[in-house]
């Protein structure tokens, strides 16, 4: 299985400051068809995840435009050029390239 | 608005059987892969199942191959997941999701499975 390795796990951010989370796979994340299937949810406390970015850079319809995504093959990254109040919560990756699909373990970003 | 209601959780015990169900809205359904993906309690994120758009394919994560069934109806708009031979670590918020792949994404609220004796 590919194994997706986040970092930090934990990330006490200022408000108005960036914050920047790294997600590194195990094998490349590049699919047969050339798309790589890399995507960022964020789950806030007592909610469900919601989609954030796939396919490494793509926001999802209504995500700010302070998340941005970057990354190739195996070597990903999600950031928040500010850091808002509502944007505390965990911070998944997730690949969709293989089978079976596999998330990071999270990382949580809390307001110092 | 993409909404996805899932339903069919409940307390059963270990060994016993429950059928989920993902009735999907606001996208045309039947054009689109779907998953299904678990929570533990104060845990991360597992997916479970996928299935493509027309209901050939199916893929399973390795624990839940030969106990697990995906299928879907696109006539009804809706997703299901037969479990058997539960296990306690099957515990678990279970939610349909969009497969991220392409531009649209959605998860429900999930339904919470619980198996104990």
């Known amino acids: 299985d590919i194994v997706m390795t986040q970092t930090p796990l934990s990330s006490p951010v200022t408000l108005g400051q960036p914050a920047s989370i790294s997600c590194r796979s195990s094998q490349s994340l590049v699919h047969s068809d050339g798309n790589t299937y890399l995507s960022w949810l964020h789950q806030r406390p007592g909610q469900p995840p919601r989609l954030l970015i796939y396919?490494?850079?793509n926001r999802f319809s209504g995500v700010p435009d302070r998340f941005s995504g970057s990354g190739s093959g195996t070597d990903f990254t999600l950031k928040i050029s500010r850091v808002e109040a509502e944007d505390v919560g965990v911070y998944y990756c997730?690949?969709?390239?293989?089978?079976?699909?596999?998330f990071g373990r999270g990382t949580n970003v809390e307001i110092k | 608005e993409v909404q996805l209601l899932e339903s069919g959780g409940g307390l059963v015990q270990p060994g016993g059987s429950l059928r989920l169900s993902c009735a999907a809205s606001g996208f045309i359904f039947s054009n689109y892969v779907m998953d299904w993906v678990r929570q533990a309690p104060g845990k991360g994120l597992e997916w479970v199942s996928g299935i493509n758009k027309g209901g050939e394919r199916t893929d399973y994560a390795d624990s839940m191959k030969g106990r697990f069934t995906v299928y879907r109806d696109n006539s009804q708009n809706t997703l299901f997941l037969q479990m058997n031979n539960l296990r306690a670590e099957d515990t678990a918020l279970y939610y349909c999701?969009?497969?991220?792949?392409?531009?649209?994404?959605?998860w429900g609220q999930g339904t919470l499975v619980t198996v104990s004796s």
């Open positions: 999701i969009i497969r991220p792949i392409i531009g649209m994404g959605g």
């Open positions: 396919k490494i850079f």
């Open positions: 997730m690949q969709s390239t293989h089978f079976p699909h596999t």
